[in-house]
């Protein structure tokens, strides 16, 4: 692989004469197969050199530290400065790769976090009994994190806890500026994995049924979506687009606003949830443990199948939408996003939370206007209680005017 990207007898010479020679020229032929260009490649080659001779001198094995250490020493003597934070995470991750491919990378220097046993055990739980999206999963499990990296190093086991350490540990992130709204998801992460402790006989029952969290009331907040003219200008200036990301933005795009979808539903769309010929879409709605099946919509359809067409990269992956770089991989929820977000900005759209969640309250303020119930809402956003759905009495606007208009004379 090396005589294919290198010119000069010398160079190539020494890449091959390196240590693990055979290892990196397999490990940028796989990385040739899934789609990395040719620039990337030449990159590519001298940080695995780097890493493979840090690890000849280490005796064959390399933790993170020592590979990062290694590659900005390699990197000043070339450059004369260190590489900037995004170029040292580009490097840390091709030889971390390589490494771990070879078994020679090391975590000797990670300790195990405390509690880790029980943490595995409770997301576990969360993932097969409660059906939570990986997302909801992850946050859950920051929060917890972070509550036992406060504890006294005295606390061994999760029995030993104490609700007065709970109660501190809040009470210190809202002196640092947590919102109610904040302080009651991190209560109620902490209250959920206690109640699965409790299950397991790790402690007491009463350490979460005597967790109080802070009140929010019903209906308190005002969902923020885009007017109907900014959606609007939002999906025409991605239809006029013939570049790859507008194409693929674009049938995105009408996935939120047509469908209210969440991100973590599109990113399980696949293929095989398309019935062309039956024009039908199945949603994998995995927070209430459904799967539904909706019309497809003639706009919707044909955006997918034009993305399909024209903009798809060619991989073995099911997923409906991949990332449009190599290597080829399915598009995370944070993709999405990152995506809406800079299109929103792009349009001047200008919200307290630009992100995909916002197009979900487009699309239910869409259908309050166009006269459907809540129950209709409410099922199609997939809403497992009317009381997520009620929220969206706050922005009818219709039913607001026509209070406002009503004559009260007669009646007084």
Not at 63 to 92: C, D, F, W, Y
Not at 223 to 246: C, K, N, W, Y
Request: charged share 25%.
């Amino acid at each position: 692989m090396h005589d294919q990207l290198f010119r000069h007898p010398a160079v190539i010479a020494r890449y091959l004469a390196g240590p693990y020679a055979e290892e990196r020229e397999r490990f940028l032929m796989q990385a040739h197969t899934k789609g990395y260009s040719r620039s990337t490649l030449e990159r590519m080659a001298p940080v695995l050199l780097v890493a493979a001779q840090a690890a000849h001198r280490d005796g064959g094995h390399l933790n993170s530290e020592q590979l990062k250490v290694a590659l900005i020493s390699q990197m000043e003597l070339r450059l004369g400065r260190p590489p900037s934070a995004h170029t040292l995470r580009l490097l840390l991750g091709w030889s971390r790769a390589w490494l771990r491919s070879i078994g020679a990378l090391t975590t000797a220097e990670k300790v195990p976090h405390r509690f880790s046993r029980e943490l595995r055990a409770f997301v576990e739980h969360m993932r097969t009994e409660r059906g939570l999206s990986s997302a909801t999963i992850a946050n859950r499990m920051h929060l917890t994190e972070g509550f036992f990296a406060s504890l006294p190093t005295h606390v061994g086991s999760i029995g030993t806890i104490s609700l007065d350490q709970i109660e501190v540990f809040l009470l210190g992130e809202s002196k640092r500026g947590w919102s109610r709204r904040s302080l009651r998801q991190l209560g109620s992460s902490l209250r959920s994995f206690f109640r699965f402790a409790a299950s397991r006989g790790w402690c007491s029952p009463a350490l979460a049924s005597g967790l109080e969290l802070p009140r929010i009331y019903d209906l308190e907040d005002v969902p923020q979506a885009p007017s109907i003219d900014e959606v609007d200008r939002l999906l025409a200036s991605t239809a006029a687009g013939r570049d790859h990301p507008a194409i693929r933005d674009h049938a995105i795009l009408l996935l939120f606003v047509h469908y209210g979808l969440r991100r973590g539903e599109v990113e399980r769309l696949t293929l095989d949830d398309l019935d062309w010929q039956g024009e039908t879409i199945r949603i994998d709605r995995r927070k209430s443990r459904q799967v539904p099946t909706y019309p497809l919509s003639a706009a919707v359809g044909e955006a997918i199948l034009r993305y399909l067409r024209e903009a798809r990269p060619r991989s073995s992956h099911r997923a409906v939408f991949l990332t449009l770089r190599p290597p080829y991989r399915p598009l995370s929820a944070d993709g999405f996003s990152i995506m809406v977000h800079r299109r929103l900005v792009g349009q001047g759209i200008k919200l307290d939370r630009l992100g995909a969640h916002c197009l979900r309250h487009a699309c239910a303020g869409q259908l309050l206007e166009a006269g459907f119930t809540m129950k209709q809402i409410a099922d199609h956003l997939g809403h497992r209680s009317m009381d997520s759905t009620r929220i969206y009495t706050k922005i009818d606007l219709i039913g607001l005017r026509q209070v406002a208009e009503l004559d009260l004379g007669a009646l007084l």
